[in-house]
């Protein structure tokens, strides 16, 4: 289900960005379907947690996946994936490092849609509003990473261990 819909696995800004790389794949001769697998793979990372998540809250796993791309879009994590990603990696384990981060904001991803189908029906902005003092601790550690004269490991791993003890205390 989630193969055949993965637009619903990531947000609006993210579909369209993979949309242009199947498109530039497609102009460099890359036949369309081997196209949008290649770019799909990547994307399908993101099913796990979105299942465990259905599983949890015995939800179809397409509205799971609708509400964990919105919890990224308005929890700013796009962004921090984004940013993460980017960073380079001077050191196996510095890539070991940032891959882990990766991994622990999609599992923070889910169990937030998980939490917010839970109690809110999936409603982010109405859960966000319920959770105050989570929305506001979270925008401040979020502003900071994007304000942080420098952006490096250390800041990232702590951004991610914050955004970690905030749904621990959920």
């Not at 939490?115 to 925008?139: I, M, N, P, Q």
């Amino acid at each position: 289900e989630l193969i055949e819909s993965r637009e619903l696995l990531v947000s609006k800004q993210k579909y369209a960005e993979s949309e242009r790389r199947v498109a530039a794949l497609v102009n460099a001769g890359i036949s369309e379907s081997l196209a949008k697998r290649s770019i799909a793979a990547a994307e399908l990372a993101l099913a796990l947690p979105i299942i465990d998540a259905a599983d949890k809250s015995d939800t179809p796993p397409a509205r799971v996946a609708k509400v964990f791309s919105a919890v990224a879009g308005t929890l700013g994590l796009d962004w921090l994936t984004d940013q993460l990603g980017q960073l380079p990696a001077g050191s196996h384990w510095q890539s070991m490092e940032r891959d882990s981060l990766l991994d622990d904001i999609t599992t923070y991803q889910g169990v937030l849609a998980a939490h917010c189908l839970a109690e809110s029906d999936g409603d982010v902005k109405a859960w966000l509003s319920s959770h105050g003092r989570f929305a506001g601790d979270w925008t401040r550690v979020l502003e900071d990473a994007q304000h942080a004269s420098v952006q490096d490991f250390s800041m990232f791993s702590m951004t991610c261990r914050k955004l970690g003890d905030l749904c621990r205390s959920i």
